[in-house]
């Protein structure tokens, strides 16, 4: 499960969404999950899964990639659909399991928040494939730098926030040799029910951190040796600027948007 994690990874490859602007894409990212909790009705999913489709197709990104960030939120993306269809309420019985019943407006709860959590969970891994986390930093910080007014540490958060997103994947690999070191001195990861499980990832807990913590401290002194100060009086080599693509991105992400409010204007 481990190897399933893409939040943080990269994918390079060129692409007219690789090309796109860090600010622009980080702005979508937002849009596209305002626009995926807009949606009311069932029906109104497709549109935002034909959208998500070309925009995996225009980044060149391979669909069982994407198929493949879902793999660590499965157990979650179960327990909310039966959550919702054997818990939920309605006015209108579809089927009777002794003293359990599932409602139609159970079902479509299920259905809609099942859908919306993988909508989601897809669409906003788009964001860190398609995105190097140099770049990230840039758009985060040049986003965030009219908070500087109130004195808001606009560099530093997206320092922080993008060194976190980049050490997911060394962290996972981390784990994942820990696993295996302890697999070949008899641990057991893999038979027992779900408690048992997560139980036995308890020992993986302690070399993790002190990994965490040694790697932590390895970036720190690296980045004094730098002489690195912060973002006062940085220079940067390539200046981010808005282009014609970037236009027609939210032009797209502007005819979703209509789409999605096309049926509340019409009620």
């Known amino acids: 499960m481990l190897r399933d994690i893409t939040l943080g990874q990269y994918y390079p490859v060129d692409s007219p969404v690789h090309r796109l602007d860090p600010r622009a894409k980080i702005l979508l990212a937002f849009l596209y999950i305002i626009g995926v909790f807009l949606v009311k009705d069932l029906f109104m999913y497709l549109p935002v899964l034909l959208y998500l489709a070309m925009a995996t197709w225009l980044a060149r990104l391979p ?23 054997f818990f939920g309420t309605g006015s209108r019985e579809l089927l009777r399991l002794g003293s359990i019943v599932i409602w139609e407006e159970g079902l479509l709860n299920a259905l ?85 499980r997560a139980r036995a990832m308890i020992p993986l807990l302690v070399p993790l951190f002190i990994s965490a913590f040694r790697r932590a401290g390895d970036l720190a002194m690296a980045m004094e040796a730098r002489c690195y100060r912060g973002g006062e009086g940085r220079t940067r080599l390539h200046v981010l600027k808005f282009s014609r693509r970037d236009l027609i991105a939210f032009l797209s992400m502007a005819g979703l948007f209509i789409i999605l409010l096309l049926p509340g204007i019409l009620k």
């Open 63 to 85: 669909f069982p990639m994407m198929a493949k960030s879902l793999k660590p939120m499965r157990i979650l993306i179960v327990f909310t659909f039966i959550l919702n269809l």
């Open 112 to 196: 809609h928040f099942t859908f919306r959590l993988i909508l989601l969970v897809t669409g906003s891994s788009i964001l860190t494939l398609t995105t190097p986390p140099v770049t990230l930093t840039d758009g985060l910080e040049r986003l965030a730098s009219p908070l500087r007014v109130i004195r808001f540490p606009a560099h530093e958060m997206a320092m922080m926030m993008t060194i976190a997103l980049r050490f997911i994947p060394t962290l996972t690999e981390e784990a994942d040799k820990i696993m295996k070191a302890q697999t070949a001195r008899g641990a057991d990861f893999e038979t027992g029910n779900l408690m048992a």
